[in-house]
């Protein structure tokens, strides 16, 4: 704790003291209900009219973008039309410190108080923080974001992934989620740098800010979300390559985006300006981006992800009998995933996507029928919930967050260089893909693609996790307007969009199963490896599905393989893949058919897949 007695920097603190403790108890108590009560509304508001929208099929706005205006409503209403001065009585002291206390121990006539930091406010907004606490409390901490509202939406986009198409397209969507979004980090970066230099000469920029700072803010602008979009081409039908290709895209980037952030804040070069080039520097910054993104990425995999437990709990056990301890398991399993990913020091967005992912393709086959249908209504109920809670929320804080820096020349800048980045994403990425695919990518897909790239909930979440300095502050402030702006006016435009350049609509995504066939068999080695090594074990060592491990193990680790087989991997061997019987003659007249005629089933060792 910090004593008043370190001459080392002067800093001034105000206590705010109540003359009855229980009464301003039961007064912060009706805050926090009003306050919750707000956000409540928004979303009823919100459900409401989705369902007039819908009713009336209008495409022009959609949930999210109608979330942000009844936020930005309610934000003007409690930014300029509600006071709730304070029942207190304030004195500011003075106080030598290192630097800002996360706590404080207050000595008050011999009574010891405990402070803690809320967060820094300027002086021109200490009298409106002090008369008016709502502003305050319907600013939430920002790792409440993280922790709980992110989750379930970063976890559903894995879960109800279409992964036939997904993986048919699979070297495209890596390609455009990883290239495509360092490409797009370093071309807003330069560009905002460029900018940020012009504010200096004609003395429009008040504080420091770095070409770091611009490179950080280059990444959570590369993270697309383009909700919007897909929501309306799900309605649609559109055509499932462009749906997959865009929605790949958009899943996996916000992880790379997520972790390149943290890279760039791990710069870090040696001595006093933190701020130059050092190749030891960018290399370390490197290394914490690989070792982060597979670290992540190896908690989300199948065999060493903590949901290995669920899968083997529920592929050996009765748990299936009891569906709500079922479906209870699988929702706190899914959630402790990206719990573990961020305490072990990774990110959770990476572990939990890829979570959903594996859970789709192994756990779900061994939940029982309501069990399945419970977690899909439940993860897809859980993602509406948030991701209108967050989008309300970006409109509330356009006028309750107490700190906005709005620069003219830098919010100009900033829609400059995200479309500029976006194309130089989307057209060079889109060429040279093309030089190896049968099936091209069309100049109107890429105009779609480009015109798609939406900034939504993990920019914002980015974007107001750390608003300490100047420099950060001027970012969220022009994050918030970008992603108004992409959401309103291209999501609002995407059926006249899709008009435009003629993409075709109606679409059944099973209804080309051949393409399926072909493009498997034109498949890459690698492609075509993995699937045999997940065909034959890991979906028989985590689900009942595939061969039993007794056919495809050596026959040394037989012992093994009857521990690892599920009594029901035989039995839907013997339903799906026993010979079909020949079709039967009429037999002759005054004969039966001979007994001898009947199929037996084959053994273990004897079966192959078809």
Not at 463 to 473: E, G, K, L, Q, V
Not at 535 to 545: A, R, V
């Amino acid at each position: 704790m910090p004593a008043c007695s370190l001459p080392v920097q002067s800093i001034h603190f105000t206590i705010i003291a109540s003359p009855k403790h229980d009464r301003f108890q039961r007064q912060s108590h009706r805050q926090d209900s009003v306050d919750l009560l707000i956000f409540i509304m928004l979303l009823t508001l919100t459900i409401l009219t989705i369902w007039l929208f819908k009713h009336r099929r209008f495409r022009f706005l959609h949930e999210t973008g109608l979330a942000m205006i009844y936020g930005v409503l309610v934000g003007v209403v409690l930014r300029y039309a509600i006071h709730v001065p304070r029942d207190i009585s304030a004195a500011t002291l003075n106080c030598h410190v290192n630097a800002s206390p996360a706590t404080l121990l207050v000595n008050i006539s011999g009574r010891f108080y405990e402070y803690t930091l809320n967060g820094e406010i300027s002086a021109n907004v200490l009298d409106d923080v002090q008369d008016n606490e709502m502003l305050r409390k319907v600013t939430f901490d920002p790792e409440v974001f993280f922790n709980i509202l992110l989750p379930p939406i970063i976890f559903h986009a894995g879960y109800s992934l279409k992964r036939r198409h997904f993986f048919l397209n699979m070297g495209s969507i890596l390609a455009y989620a990883f290239m495509g979004t360092l490409v797009s980090c370093f071309v807003i970066g330069l560009l905002m740098y460029g900018f940020v230099t012009l504010m200096k000469h004609v003395g429009q920029l008040g504080e420091d800010f770095f070409f770091t700072d611009c490179l950080f803010f280059g990444a959570i602008l590369s993270a697309t979300d383009p909700v919007t979009v897909l929501a309306i081409f799900n309605e649609l039908q559109v055509d499932v390559d462009l749906y997959a290709l865009l929605f790949g895209e958009s899943v996996l980037n916000d992880a790379v985006a997520v972790v390149l952030s943290s890279s760039i804040v791990a710069y870090q070069p040696q001595g006093d300006n933190s701020h130059t080039f050092e190749v030891m520097a960018v290399l370390k910054s490197l290394g914490v981006f690989l070792g982060v993104f597979s670290g992540s990425f190896a908690l989300g995999t199948p065999l060493l992800d903590s949901l290995t437990v669920t899968r083997h709990v529920t592929k050996f056990t009765k748990l299936r009998d009891f569906q709500l301890l079922e479906t209870a398991l699988f929702f706190l399993m899914s959630w402790s995933t990206f719990l573990l990913a961020e305490a072990c020091g990774f990110t959770g967005v990476v572990a939990v996507l890829f979570c959903g992912i594996t859970q789709a393709h192994y756990t779900y086959n061994n939940l029982s029928p309501e069990s399945q249908i419970r977690t899909k209504q439940l993860f897809e109920l859980l993602n509406f919930l948030a991701e209108n809670f967050i989008f309300s929320y970006m409109g509330l804080t356009l006028f309750t967050f107490q700190n906005h820096v709005f620069n003219p020349m830098f919010i100009i800048g900033a829609f400059v260089a995200v479309f500029i980045g976006r194309a130089c994403n989307i057209y060079p990425l889109s060429f040279l893909l093309n030089l190896g695919r049968r099936n091209k990518i069309r100049s109107n897909f890429q105009h779609m693609m480009m015109f798609a790239g939406l900034r939504g909930a993990m920019t914002f979440a980015l974007s107001i996790r750390d608003t300490a300095t100047y420099a950060r502050r001027m970012m969220f402030s022009t994050t918030l307007l970008v992603v108004f702006f992409t959401v309103w006016v291209c999501g609002g435009g995407t059926t006249q969009m899709l008009s435009c350049q003629r993409i075709r609509v109606g679409v059944d995504a099973d209804q080309d199963n051949l393409v399926g066939i072909t493009t498997k068999q034109e498949s890459a080695w690698l492609f075509r490896i993995w699937y045999t090594f997940d065909h034959n074990y890991l979906k028989p060592i985590l689900t009942h599905s595939g061969p039993p491990l007794t056919a495809v193990m050596p026959t040394c680790c037989a012992p093994l393989a009857r521990c690892l087989t599920s009594p029901q991997a035989y039995e839907v061997r013997c339903l799906f893949f026993a010979p079909t019987p020949p079709a039967p003659t009429p037999p002759a007249a005054g004969r039966l058919a001979s007994p001898a005629a009947r199929p037996t089933p084959p053994s273990a060792r004897s079966w192959t897949a078809s």
